[in-house]
């Protein structure tokens, strides 16, 4: 003890190539550390500067590292969060964003193989154990509303299954009940199509085709679903969240997506705000984004000189200048998540383009 301070035994190598502290500290399985504070000196002989430092704190009882006290990185480590949607775009970005923060993560979506192929490209991203443990998958098709209910349940029993992570632990507020389930602390809803661009007027709009279109039960069916399982699944409190997606072209309609783009994305943000209400202290949010240069400008057709034509027409309709990038609009998702205080909000990240023309 030094002035009421542990000391701690520490041993420190310099490497010149390619110039890495690493220390090793022996540390009492009694004492824990709310802060590390270290202060390197450089020797007086040195001329070469030091570019990173590598610290590792390790228990000697234990074999597994230690979780720093990262009040804001590790407000999702060990939590179970299922993305419907997480095999490509911004969903696949919420995917690895969530990963990098220590959450166990479930991906879904209508197609297998891309679910499999999806996992085994995080796995490659993340070759560890420590990361390829949080890593789970399951097909679930939400187009029919024939099956979406049934579907939906398939899903959410199958990511709230104890043996789905059998060797990551839980957070301290995910309980198991006596079901058996550990139960959700987050549930991100980027899935959807692309809105169809049919002018209101078209004979193709009918009553039927409102109400059955795969569209509508993606954008509307679905998340109104996942409201009412929501209770069942994710551990009750404000820490846990649910988050859907809607977009630009609800504030900012354009012509012939009056429906897809309009109505669908303004009664989803209506929705929102009324599950905020009735599954509270549940937090549900919606995030609008802009423009994303995602997949699905691929399939357009017309090949690089049909997407840039998009993509520079939506690089003018915005303040910055640029189509967004999936891996920013999911912060968004990611905030959402880990700030305990927003509920009932759209969150928009469209590079200001609801601004644009005012």
């Given amino acids: 003890m030094v002035g009421g301070i542990p000391k701690i035994s520490c041993l420190g190598t310099y490497k010149t190539a390619p110039r890495l502290w690493t220390l090793s500290l022996a540390i009492p399985t009694d004492i824990t550390f709310p802060r590390l504070a270290l202060l390197l000196i450089p020797s007086p002989t040195s001329i070469s500067p030091i570019y990173s430092i590598s610290i590792q704190l390790i228990h000697p009882n234990s074999s597994s590292k230690m979780t720093a006290s990262l009040i804001s990185i590790n407000k999702l480590a060990h939590t179970r969060v299922l993305i419907l949607g997480g095999t490509s775009g911004i969903g696949f970005c919420v995917a690895r964003a969530a990963l990098e923060h220590g959450a166990n993560i479930i991906i879904a979506s209508s197609n297998s193989d ?70 959700l602390n987050h549930i991100i809803y980027p899935s959807g199509t692309s809105p169809p661009r049919t002018p209101i007027t078209s004979p193709t709009i009918t009553a039927t085709s409102l109400t059955t279109s795969p569209h509508t039960t993606l954008r509307l069916i679905a998340p109104l679903l996942i409201g009412k399982h929501t209770k069942t699944y994710l551990h009750d409190t404000s820490t846990s969240s649910l988050t859907f997606t809607s977009g630009v072209l609800a504030a900012r309609p354009i012509a012939g997506l009056a429906l897809g783009g309009a109505a669908m994305g303004t009664a989803l943000e209506g929705l929102t705000r009324g599950l905020a209400v009735e599954l509270a202290p549940i937090r549900v949010n919606v995030v609008a984004p802009g423009a994303v240069e995602t997949e699905i400008f691929d399939r357009l057709g017309g090949g690089e000189e049909v997407k840039e034509m998009y993509l520079g027409a939506f690089r003018r309709g915005t303040l910055v200048g640029e189509v967004g990038r999936p891996e920013d609009v999911a912060e968004a998702y990611l905030w959402c998540m880990k700030d305990g205080f927003v509920t009932g909000q759209r969150v928009g990240s469209d590079g200001g383009a609801l601004l644009k023309g005012v």
């Fill in 114 to 183: 891309k679910v499999a192929s999806t996992i085994a490209r995080l796995q490659t991203l993340y070759p560890t154990p420590e990361y390829t443990e949080r890593i789970a998958g399951q097909a679930c098709d939400l187009g029919d509303q024939d099956t979406v209910e049934t579907n939906l349940l398939a899903l959410l029993e199958y990511a709230t299954s104890p043996s789905l992570f059998p060797n990551t632990p839980t957070t301290e507020d995910t309980t198991v009940k006596e079901s058996e389930k550990v139960l």
